[in-house]
Each structure stands twice: as C-alpha cells, then as structure tokens.
C-alpha cells in the first residue's frame, strides 16, 4: 500500500539529500519478530544530489562503476543488475512518474552490517519526492528492499534511519512501531570494527532463522514476551535456541535502553556482549572472526563492551567505549540525524 505517500513534484528543482547509515547497539533478530531494537542513525551515509525532472532516473555513483538508468514509470518485470536494484525498486513502489538526474556518493562501507541499502532506498524515496510519515516511509523502503534483494528483512533498517536524531539512538518497538528517543551520554563513544569476513547476507541462512523463530512463535506465541519456561519446553533443540534468543535479547534491549538514559555505560556494555553470546550460541549468526573480535575488543581497557552488530553472518561489530578509548581500526560513530533534505542548495 503506498496511499499514504504523496508524491511532491519538484520538476526543475535540485535536491541534496543526505541519509546516514545505521548501527545497532543492541536487539538482532528480534524486529521481524515484534521484538524492541536500540539502533542509532550515524555520520557516515549517502548523499544523492540531483536535478528533478524528466522521465527516466539517471544515477551515476562515485563508488561504483558503470551509471544507472531507467524509464519511469518502472513496470513489474524490470529487473536491475548490482546497486541499480535498489533505485529500480523504489521507484516501482513509489509509482514514480516524474524522474531525476545525478550522482550518489557515500561515506558508508557496503555489505558491512550498517544498511548502506537501507540509506540508498530512503536517499532515492526522498530524492523522488516521497513524502508521508516515518512509518509510511520506511515501509515503503522495506519493500523496496524485499523486491530488490528478495531477503525477508524487518523495518528496523529503514525506520531507525528515518526516525534518527542527533545525540540519540531510538528504541523501537517493533510490534507497535512507538518509538522513544534515548540519549546517548557524552562519555559513550561508539565505534564500529570490520571483521574482514565480508558478509554474505545469504538471503537463505537470514530467512531460515526467520522461518525458525516463528516456528517457534507458533507454539508458544510471541516470542519477545513469551515465558522464559514456555521457551525452555519447546521440544525441537533448534527452535528452542532460536526462541531462547528472541525473548532473552528483547529483554536485553529494554533493560540497556534504561541503563544507557540513566548513563549507565557499564551495564550497556554488559548487556551488549551478553547479546553477542546469543547471537552466537543460540541464533548461530556469528563467525569465528567475529568472535574473536569482539572477544579482542572487550579485554581493551575502557571498552564496556561489544557485540556483533546487524543480521550477523559477517560484518562488523559495534563496541561502546568511553571517550578516551582510541581504535586503530574502524570508525567512531555518532548519532547522528538520520535525514537531511535540501532543496536548491547552494
Ligand atoms: C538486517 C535486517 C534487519 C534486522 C537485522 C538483524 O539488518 O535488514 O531488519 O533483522 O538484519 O537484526
């Protein structure tokens, strides 16, 4: 359903749009089962700048080769080779009509666990006009993502980055999409850490655990707030595991926004490796160099604690540190707003 995204006509106008990334200090694999997430919008992200008009979308970008382009509006069966399906896909579930020409360029490492996807759907929706709620927006972006890569993906992607404001990251709740902005004190310095193993979202083994876990929820009902002796009495070892996550780690989200907002850095990063040694041993998403990188991460003085960050498989780690703590490697992240809209910019 897209009634309730407008579309703005900007024809002969120029557009600067720039969309941050995203990391998740702590709640994986709970969104798509109606679980809470604690992600933060960051200062790393894509920027599109491009004139409105005319009916086609003509993208170059300074990542990639090769440039972009296609005829509006985008019918069914078009199918788009590489980071062109992302545009292609926002456009057919936007019915756009009126196109653009331009260039995107991103500060956002790709395929690393920090949505660069989930940036460029909502960069080219809000390049295109798409204006609506940010439930609405980032619906519309989730199912971009679904056509483009056909991974059954949550929303937390889309609305953490639409949803983000400077200086905080934002719980969601994933079954009712309220939102509640949770300071992230001065003294919490975030950084994020490639693991080296570049991650290969297998859009079979995501999808799995996502058949998995509601499998389980079929049997004791929603996980996120199941009983914890309800989950232990599933009979299947596996979905006894995947069930065991989902409810452990929503509890995790929770209890970390409230030590995070009362500056408690110590128990958020607890929390995060505990969170780490779900995601590891009992949602079986992790790699060995991403434990051994979070285990290396974790023993450095002022780091309160570090986890796997995003669907796992690969990918980076999000460690939270205290200021003074300075990485060789990675980036230092900020919470940042997640959208930023210019029209004939300077
Ligand atoms: C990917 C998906 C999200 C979420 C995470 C795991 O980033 O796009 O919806 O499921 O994995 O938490």
């Known amino acids: 359903m897209t009634d309730s995204i407008a579309i703005e006509d900007r024809s002969g ?5 720039t969309v941050g990334g995203r990391v998740n200090l702590i709640g994986d694999h709970v969104d798509y089962m109606g679980g809470p997430v604690l992600p933060m919008a960051i200062d790393l992200g894509t920027t599109i700048e491009a004139e409105v008009g005319g009916k086609a979308v003509e993208l170059i970008s300074t990542a990639h080769p090769g440039a972009v382009r296609f005829p509006l509006p985008v019918t069914d069966g078009t199918r788009a080779p590489g980071w062109a399906r992302y545009p292609v896909a926002v456009a057919a579930e936007l019915h756009a009509s009126a196109g653009l020409r331009g260039t995107v360029s991103t500060t956002l490492p790709t ?40 991974v059954p993906s949550g929303i937390m992607d889309q609305l953490s980055i639409i949803a983000g404001h400077d200086n905080h990251a934002t719980l ?15 003294e919490a310095a975030v950084w994020v850490v490639h693991s080296g193993d570049s991650r290969q979202l297998g859009s ?18 929603a996980l996120p707030t199941a009983d914890a002796n309800a989950t232990e009495a599933i009979a299947d070892p596996v979905l006894r595991r995947r069930a065991r996550h989902v409810r452990s780690e929503s509890g995790r989200v929770l209890a970390a926004a409230d030590a995070l ?13 505990e969170s780490h040694r779900s995601l590891r041993d009992d949602y079986e998403v992790s790699t060995p160099a991403l434990d051994a990188l979070v285990e290396r991460l974790t023993a450095m003085d002022g ?15 999000v460690a939270l540190a205290s200021p003074e703590v300075h990485l060789d490697e990675g980036w230092r992240v900020r919470p940042s707003e997640g959208v930023r809209l210019e029209v004939d910019p300077d």
Do not use: N
């Open 111 to 150: 395929g690393a666990g920090l949505s660069s996807s989930a940036a460029l759907e909502v960069a080219v929706a809000m390049s295109l006009g798409a204006v609506g709620s940010p439930d609405d927006l980032a619906h519309l972006c989730q199912r971009a993502e679904h056509r483009a890569t056909g």
């Open 13 to 17: 106008h120029r557009v600067r749009v």
């Open 261 to 273: 907002e009362a500056g408690d850095l110590a128990t958020v990063g607890r929390l995060m490796s």
């Open 204 to 221: 079979t083994e995501y999808a799995q655990r996502r058949e998995q876990a509601e499998q389980a929820a079929a049997i004791v009902g």
């Open 172 to 186: 969601i709740d994933c079954a009712t999409l309220d939102i509640r902005a949770v300071v992230v004190p001065p």
């Open 303 to 317: 780091v309160f604690g570090a986890r796997l960050t995003g669907a796992g498989f690969g990918g980076c780690v």
